[in-house]
């Protein structure tokens, strides 16, 4: 992140609107209806999910205690409707021991269980077919509907539970979510196997990313205080995918919010944020199928309250990850400086990866490592990357004490960040960072293959990445240590002061100090704080871990 004034001037959905459903999820077009004959038995993979209390694809509100069923939208129909096979009785077997076999009821759809059938079952169920543990994970599984049932919907499905739901709620909740206590909780459909997080090392620090003043203190993390009373738990994909890839966190909705703590402090680049507790002040929340991350709009302030997410996990090449990225929305606001981001406690020697970054008004996305001596990208390397432009073309050391714009490289695309991102309707951002290379890619809303919706992301069928990084030059085991994700919104700063008044910059046709006619970006975001509303928001649909 760290860049100097000179060196600045050199998203998971289908749908190809901004305000389209969380693809991962959910999407507009209608699925085939499955054959007609329902005693046909099906063969797949069987998930569990915890109800959260949230409405489910028929209009009802289910218990973990309750006998129930998400199937993908093969059978289920159009998963954005209330499907008439809405509460019949489906008998799910294991695949080594039919004997072993539940009765459940079908009470929603499950769009992201990957293979046409695969299913999700409720706690009670799972545990009824796996001798009363959640250990596994997940089950093969045969599974049929019984021919005999055909219950209307208006009954209430036949569980060790009761369930009072109405489904004619499902016309006014469609995006499957509902509030309690000011939070909304995620819906039933996005609820798989949980695996919960491991911390290989605790996230002390979230280091500063000035160019002027490297060697700074990291601030310390805020301690985390989450209200939220359940996490979304994670889906474990039952095979890696083609390329080895294997799902370990999806981080949706109050998970995500789970996963990081919250920093405190004034914004790092002499910027003029100030750090809070994104749960206590509301700032981050989730909205739907979205996790929200905001900027407090108080008019006149001497620092804005904004966000600084970090990771309580950390992740080193030998873990061997795969990162993806699904957002919305990004803040795109003059004085904004929005980024995800990853760095270790010594800054840049134990290395910076930068996966979205950019300011204010920017079009172009910049990808960039930092590290201290010892990494480098030849010409010939940089030149092979025809997707970007390099910010310091004649530079080959990543070394961000000598030059903290070496490897960095602008996105050649002007739809890859700020205000013609979200008007594309956002799009997706991957990692690699493994033993052999660091690689970023980035897929238009309405472009994302469909391996990343499948979570069986092959990026060797990706084509060519925006950033690639080999260890043979910069050793990734060696540069980077122990980085945590971060992901913050600074306000003003050293690179959004830079290029304040450039016209230009970033792919932006005017510059801020033009458009605002404030003289710095400071003076903006301490002086406009209705700016930063909706505009200056975070709309992530969801972030996916994956190793092999």
Not at 37 to 61: K, P
Not at 477 to 483: A, E, I, P, Q, V
Request: glycine residues 8%; hydrophobic residues 35%; aromatic residues 8%.
């Amino acid at each position: 992140m760290s860049r100097s004034a000179s060196a600045v001037l050199g998203v998971l959905a289908l749908a190809a609107s901004a305000s389209a459903s969380h693809s991962l999820r959910r999407t507009s077009s209608h699925a085939r209806v499955a054959a007609a004959r329902r005693s046909d038995a099906v063969s797949g993979v069987a998930y569990y999910g915890y109800q959260n209390n949230t409405m489910n694809a028929c209009g009802t509100i289910s218990a973990d205690s309750d006998m129930i069923i998400g199937i993908g939208p093969d059978f289920y129909g159009d998963i954005d409707t209330v499907s008439s096979k809405c509460f019949q009785h489906i008998t799910v077997a294991l695949a080594s021991d039919p004997t072993t076999n539940v009765d459940v009821t079908l009470t929603d759809a499950c769009d992201e269980c990957g293979g046409d059938g695969n299913i999700y079952l409720s706690i009670a169920a799972f545990k009824a077919l796996s001798g009363g543990s959640l250990e596994a994970g997940v089950l093969h599984v045969d599974w049929a509907f019984s021919s005999d049932t055909f219950a209307n919907s208006g009954s209430t499905p036949s569980s060790t539970g009761s369930d009072d739901g109405d489904d004619e709620d499902c016309e006014d909740d469609q995006d499957g979510t509902d509030e309690q206590d000011g939070t909304a909780t995620t819906a039933a459909t996005s609820k798989a196997a949980a695996a919960p997080a491991t911390s290989k090392g605790t996230a002390a620090t979230a280091t500063s990313k000035a160019a002027a003043a490297p060697s700074k203190a990291a601030p310390q993390p805020a301690a985390k205080t989450s209200t939220a009373k359940t996490s979304t738990p994670t889906k474990t994909s039952s095979s890696p995918s083609s390329d080895g890839w294997k799902i370990t966190h999806a981080l949706e909705g109050s998970a995500f919010l789970d996963f990081f703590n919250y920093d405190s402090g004034t914004g790092d680049n002499n910027g003029v944020a100030n750090y809070v507790n994104g749960i206590s002040t509301n700032l981050a929340r989730t909205d739907g199928d979205q996790v929200v991350l905001a900027v407090n709009t108080t008019q006149n302030v001497e620092t804005r309250k904004s966000l600084r997410l970090v990771s309580k996990t950390t992740y080193n090449a030998e873990d061997n990850n795969l990162f993806i990225f699904d957002i919305a929305r990004m803040p795109a606001v003059c004085g904004t400086w929005p980024a995800v981001w990853f760095t270790g406690a010594n800054w840049p020697y134990d290395g910076e990866i930068d996966v979205v970054e950019g300011v204010s008004l920017y079009e172009q996305n910049i990808y960039s490592v930092h590290t201290g001596d010892g990494c480098s990208i030849p010409k010939s390397a940089m030149s092979s990357m025809n997707l970007v432009t390099p910010v310091e073309a004649t530079v080959t050391n990543c070394n961000a004490n000598a030059d903290p714009a070496a490897c960095g490289f602008t996105d050649e695309s002007k739809s890859t960040f700020g205000p013609s991102f979200n008007k594309a309707g956002g799009g997706v951002f991957a990692l690699v960072f493994d033993t052999d290379v660091i690689q970023t890619y980035f897929f238009q809303a309405n472009e994302v293959p469909a391996d990343i919706t499948s979570q069986s992301p092959t990026p060797s069928k990706w084509g060519a990445p925006r950033m690639s990084i080999s260890s043979s030059t910069c050793d990734t085991s060696t540069n980077f240590k122990d980085l945590m994700m971060v992901v913050d919104t600074n306000l003003a700063g050293t690179f959004t002061e830079g290029v304040w008044g450039v016209a230009g910059a970033g792919g932006q046709v005017e510059s801020c100090q033009k458009t605002t006619g404030v003289d710095t970006a400071a003076e903006y975001v301490q002086g406009h704080g209705s700016a930063f509303g909706d505009d200056a928001q975070w709309k992530i649909n969801g972030f996916y871990i994956y190793s092999k």
